[in-house]
């Protein structure tokens, strides 16, 4: 099993920067793929970064160039997002796969950009 606190979300301003943390605890030694997802109202939960356990990231199209993931050792992910947009307001998740195939979510943080 994997727990997960995430903190970081808040209101901001269009072009404005926040950061998201996610820290793991639990069976930490078995996660292979930290994340982060988000989820607007009305639409579908969409994959924003993930990180793998090597360091490999993967982002979407939407916030390449402004959103960066990272990872500390084993524990902890983080997002740095900058020059955020209206467009990135959402509930944003945290997420662990874990080499035994568990899936583990976080409680999710709002974020908001005014215009």
């Known amino acids: 099993q994997v727990q997960l606190v995430e903190s970081g979300g808040g209101l901001v301003q269009a072009g404005g920067s926040l950061r998201l943390s996610c820290a793991a605890s639990?069976?930490?030694?078995?996660?292979?793929?930290m994340g982060w997802y988000r989820q607007a109202p009305g639409k579908q939960r969409e994959l924003v970064a993930s990180?793998?356990?090597?360091?490999?990231t993967n982002y979407a199209d939407s916030v390449k160039g402004r959103f960066t993931i990272s990872r500390d050792n084993v524990n902890t992910v983080y997002l740095q997002m900058n020059s955020l947009k209206p467009e990135d307001t959402a509930a944003y998740y945290c997420?662990?796969?874990?080499?035994?195939?568990?899936?583990?979510w976080g409680q999710g943080t709002q974020v908001t950009v005014s215009s």
């Open positions: 997420n662990i796969a874990t080499i035994m195939g568990g899936n583990y």
């Open positions: 639990g069976s930490t030694f078995s996660i292979r793929t």
């Open positions: 990180i793998s356990r090597g360091g490999s």
